[in-house]
């Protein structure tokens, strides 16, 4: 039993059960929050379970790559949890883990669904997509996130699936059920915290990589031109810092923003990214963004950004600047496909 949860970097214990004890202070207590009686507090109850629920994201982000415990099988463990958390436990934390770390490994966005097809082939689906994007409202997640429940169903490889995804769909479900007839209020307040996640789960992701978005990620016999190639990565992975004048902005989202240091090492714990940013130096300089930067291109495009596959040939830095950087949808590490 000592042996369990013991953490891979001891000397960052405070920082390792900090953002634990944030997590279930900001997302139980925002849940109690969005049944009170003042309005106000409800607002702060609802900004409060989203950034529980973000930080939950990116700390399972760091699971995933074994970062926190020394025993794979403690992350996986508390990955789980942080899955249910997010409300993306319809799929599982292994195969975030798989999806994600083929992302590192092959260079490249890897998925199973392809959703530009399926709503090429729908019409009217893709007007209302098109139609809730322009409005801010993130359909393509929405859409990755709801496939997640179908996936047994639609995707061959998830048959095995089928009576998990039903019992999470049960215990869910109810549990959803019970707030909507408890309060109608904190329901939709809790609809608008997942909206939120993914608006800034997706905004971080989509110009941290000009990475191609191939279909295959069941496919044994793919070929990945880029595999292991530790140049294309760096030179195609760019760090979108929140701030740069004040870094403590940037652990609103556990620091996953110094991206190119993650994919530098990435088995470091998200408070020791800054660090090694700062040592890469220079080097790297190119590939920083400005947070403004992306925040215009981010608005201009993003109805454009539906179909948007890849960046071409362009820096995304030179892109950004001339309005031409479209970004890349769809590619939220929790989706499991």
């Not at 994600?100 to 090429?120: A, E, T």
């Not at 049960?170 to 609809?191: H, P, T």
């Not at 992306?294 to 109805?303: C, D, E, L, P, T």
Request: neutral net charge; charged residues 20%.
């Amino acid at each position: 039993m000592a042996k369990t949860f013991q953490l891979r970097d001891p000397a960052g214990a405070k920082y390792s059960i900090g953002v634990l004890v944030y997590i279930t202070v900001t997302y139980f207590g925002g849940w109690a929050a969005m049944f009170a009686d003042n309005w106000l507090i409800n607002v702060l109850g609802m900004l409060a379970c989203a950034h529980g629920m973000i930080i939950a994201a990116y700390l399972l982000h760091d699971c995933g790559h074994n970062a926190l415990f020394k025993d794979n099988k403690d992350n996986a463990k508390l990955g789980k949890v942080l899955n249910w958390i997010t409300g993306s436990c319809y799929g599982r934390f292994e195969d975030i883990r798989y999806k994600h770390m083929r992302h590192h490994v092959d260079n490249c966005d890897p998925v199973v669904w392809d959703y530009r097809s399926y709503l090429k082939q729908h019409p009217t689906m893709e007007k209302v997509v098109k139609a809730a994007e322009w409005a801010y409202i993130p359909a393509i997640e929405i859409m990755m996130h709801t496939m997640l429940v179908f996936a047994p169903w639609a995707i061959e490889s998830k048959r095995d699936q089928r009576a998990r995804v039903l019992t999470v769909v049960l215990i869910r479900g109810a549990i959803l059920l019970a707030v909507l007839l408890i309060s109608v209020k904190a329901f939709v307040l809790y609809c608008v915290a997942q909206l939120v996640l993914f608006t800034v789960l997706r905004f971080m992701d989509c110009y941290q990589h000009n990475y191609e978005v191939i279909f295959n990620l069941d496919d044994p016999d793919a070929v990945f031109p880029h595999r292991r190639d530790f140049e294309y990565e760096q030179a195609n992975t760019y760090s979108n810092l929140l701030s740069h004048r004040y870094p403590w902005l940037n652990m609103l989202v556990l620091n996953f923003c110094y991206h190119n240091a993650h994919h530098q090492k990435p088995i470091l714990n998200w408070y020791e990214l800054p660090a090694l940013h700062k040592e890469m130096g220079e080097k790297f300089a190119p590939q920083t963004l400005t947070f403004w930067e992306q925040a215009r291109s981010y608005h201009k495009h993003r109805v454009a950004r539906i179909y948007a596959e890849e960046y071409g040939d362009d820096e995304v830095t030179t892109s950004l600047k001339e309005g031409r950087a479209v970004g890349v949808d769809a590619l939220s590490f929790l989706t499991a496909f």
